[in-house]
């Protein structure tokens, strides 16, 4: 762990706190007006899909009355459960998968000389940049290659591969916070590699691992394009499902089905900020 001592950065704190102390928006006249219209043009749309989940009415654009019809059509079909169902299966596996090889990357790349790492984030970083209908098609032409047939097993590869750099984010960054002392008072108690991973370096870093494992959760759990590419007939998830439904033509479920997709979202994530803050409140109480 000292290449983690040598990566490390004493920052300025004087300088962060000047210039943090100059900057003030209210000096900059039109920005809070820019940046409540980028807020309602961002949440309008999901206020409109949230309120017409609740319409009676069979089409969409018109109100008629207040009801949860739709929300009972959604439990009571067959088709949308088992979309729903296999979208939890992949993106529980596709999560552990990802978090996993994420967790081995980031403690690699710590363990690289500085040239080599930031080769090796940038690689791993690569599928953030790539536009996603690359990702899809490279990762159906390497399936075909190999004679693997589409089904539940390329969907969940193809996930785990494409959750890996969004699970190293948070995972990185706690890496980066952690204080290579301890490290390195392990090792000159006698802690082995293993056990140094396992008593001291795991436990640190599960703040970063539940935020990375839940982060790539969503990801996989909303993604439509490469899931579109590689499933199987008898592996459609959700975002697949609500596609088909648009197609046969716009209907209030898609609203039903969206919301409830919205809701879950916003629960993990919430989940996720609420157990980096206390982690980090215990911190500081210890």
Not at 141 to 146: E, R, Y
Request: hydrophobic share 55%; aromatic share 10%; glycine share 8%.
């Amino acid at each position: 762990m000292t290449a983690l001592a040598r990566t490390r950065r004493r920052p300025d704190d004087a300088g962060e706190c000047t210039a943090t102390a100059r900057f003030d928006s209210r000096r900059y006249r039109g920005l809070g007006g820019a940046a409540r219209l980028a807020f309602v043009f961002l949440y309008a749309p999901l206020a409109v899909v949230i309120v017409y989940s609740f319409n009676s009415g069979s089409i969409v654009s018109r109100w008629e009355s207040f009801s949860f019809s739709w929300y009972r059509e959604v439990l009571d079909r067959n088709d949308v459960r088992e979309a729903v169902w296999t979208s939890l299966r992949v993106a529980v596996a596709a999560s552990a998968g990802g978090t996993a090889l994420a967790i081995l990357a980031a403690l690699g790349i710590v363990a690289m000389l500085r040239r080599g790492s930031s080769l090796a984030v940038g690689f791993l970083s690569m599928p953030l940049l790539v536009p996603e209908i690359v990702t899809a098609v490279g990762t159906l032409s390497f399936f075909v290659l190999i004679g693997l047939d589409r089904g539940m097993a390329t969907l969940i590869l193809a996930h785990t591969a494409f959750c890996v750099p969004f699970a190293l984010l948070p995972i990185r960054a706690r890496l980066a916070e952690l204080d290579p002392a301890v490290f390195e008072a392990a090792s000159d108690l006698g802690a082995s590699g293993v056990r140094l991973f396992r008593r001291v370096t795991l436990p640190l870093l599960v703040p970063g691992i539940v935020s990375g494992a839940l982060l790539a959760f969503i990801i996989s759990l909303d993604d439509y394009l490469i899931s579109a590419f590689v499933a199987g007939p008898q592996s459609t998830t959700l975002p697949i499902f609500l596609f088909g439904l648009i197609r046969r033509g716009a209907s209030p479920l898609i609203n039903a089905v969206s919301t409830l997709l919205l809701l879950v979202t916003v629960a993990v994530l919430s989940a996720s900020y609420l157990t980096g803050k206390w982690r980090n409140q215990n911190e500081w109480t210890k």
